[in-house]
């Protein structure tokens, strides 16, 4: 039989909450591109996303060689500005990635039925949030608008902590200040390379929300799956009565 179930892990964005005009894919390039414009720099945007693209894989592969590492978002966008000649790039590339950044306070907000969810598993089991996020001061403000901390026993930031989920020493760290085993843990998370790699690694139950419909292909290693987090309750019934 199951071990029975004592602590859930969410992540962030996509799972609990949304920023739909931010989590498009190319809207930080937009951000960046716009700023660059709007400062008398007229580089047009094709030529701005073939300089950011490359720069962009690169550093994704070399941290992710490196144990999932949190990535420096900031020094990707100075290279970027710094390749295209950009006069003053990293004066420039910092001021504009506080534009993008002020953005998710702003923009982040909860799916209809979160709250309605966390609230019912308040008090029933322990609550752990663990994001894959690169900057801790916005995500703590993100936070705070929230009442995440009236909410959640632990709240785990990969910016804070130097390594993206899949990395296990994240898992790590959140069952370390939640005070849980891993065994009677469930994570939940919107990506499989993320979220469910990571989880079945420590040897956590899990559940996809799946909420592009387009990870078909990694079903079969996910302990459930679901839509969107309307449909936790029943992904949660699916596993405590297997």
């Not at 590492?69 to 990293?90: C, G, H, I, S």
């Not at 760290?173 to 939940?188: D, F, T």
């Amino acid at each position: 039989m199951m071990k029975m179930i004592d602590t859930i892990f969410f992540d962030n964005w996509n799972t609990l909450v949304q920023a739909p005009n931010l989590m498009k894919r190319g809207s930080s390039t937009k951000i960046f591109h716009e700023y660059l414009l709007d400062n008398g720099i007229d580089i047009p945007y094709d030529s701005f996303i073939s300089a950011y693209v490359p720069i962009s894989r690169k550093q994704v592969e070399e941290a992710d060689r490196a144990g999932y590492k949190e990535l420096d978002y900031k020094n990707r966008l100075e290279r970027v500005f710094k390749f295209l000649d950009v006069e003053d790039y990293q004066l420039l590339a910092e001021r504009a990635w506080k534009i993008y950044l002020n953005e998710w306070p702003k923009q982040t907000e909860f799916f209809p039925a979160t709250r309605k969810i966390l609230d019912g598993l308040k008090g029933n089991y322990k609550l752990g949030l663990i994001t894959n996020y690169m900057d801790g001061p916005t995500c703590r403000e993100v936070f705070n608008k929230l009442g995440y901390y009236e909410i959640f026993d632990s709240l785990v930031v990969s910016a804070e902590l130097g390594y993206r989920k899949p990395a296990e020493v994240i898992f790590e760290q959140a069952l370390k200040e939640i005070g849980s085993e891993s065994g009677s843990s469930l994570m939940v998370g919107d990506t499989f390379e993320a979220d469910i790699v990571g989880a079945n690694s420590m040897g956590m139950k899990n559940i996809l929300v799946d909420v592009y419909d387009n990870q078909h292909e990694n079903y079969h290693e996910c302990t459930a799956v679901i839509k969107d987090i309307s449909q936790f309750p029943e992904g949660l019934r699916k596993i405590l009565n297997a």
